[in-house]
Nanobody, 124 residues
Framework: QVQLVESGGGLVQPGGSLRLSCAASGSIFSISAMGWYRQAPGKQRDLVAAITSGGSTNYADSVKGRFTISRDNAKNTVYLQMNKLKPEDTAVYYC??????????????????WGQGTQVTVSS
């Protein structure tokens, strides 16, 4: 079993910063891509940023130049540094990871996992 646990959300004023963290734990053999998605009320869940195991990144156009995704492979953790936040960044942010996990038998299987979500609210 694999779990993703997010932290770091909260309320911030426009122009402020927040840093989200997501730690993966459980029977993990390796993790490929990790990413952050967000979902505002009444809208679909969209990709914010993603990072491969080798460190290649991609970002949604709306956050380029303001958000930075990074990861610590030794800690199975991905981060999202969010600067110059805007009210339209308000959403629930979800962590996602592609994980090769270990079954009790010792075999490996690929799974796609989500965190529980963390609320980010940008408001004055």
């Amino acid at each position: 079993q694999v779990q993703l646990v997010e932290s770091g959300g909260g309320l911030v004023q426009p122009g402020g910063s927040l840093r989200l963290s997501c730690a993966a734990s459980g029977s993990i053999f390796s993790i490929s891509a990790m990413g952050w998605y967000r979902q505002a009320p009444g809208k679909q869940r969209d990709l914010v940023a993603a990072i491969t195991s080798g460190g290649s990144t991609n970002y949604a156009d709306s956050v380029k130049g303001r958000f930075t995704i990074s990861r610590d492979n030794a800690k199975n953790t991905v981060y999202l540094q969010m600067n110059k936040l805007k009210p339209e960044d308000t959403a629930v942010y979800y962590c996602n990871a592609g994980v090769i996990a270990l079954a009790p038998s010792g075999s490996r299987y690929l799974g796609n996992y989500w965190g529980q979500g963390t609320q980010v609210t940008v408001s004055s």
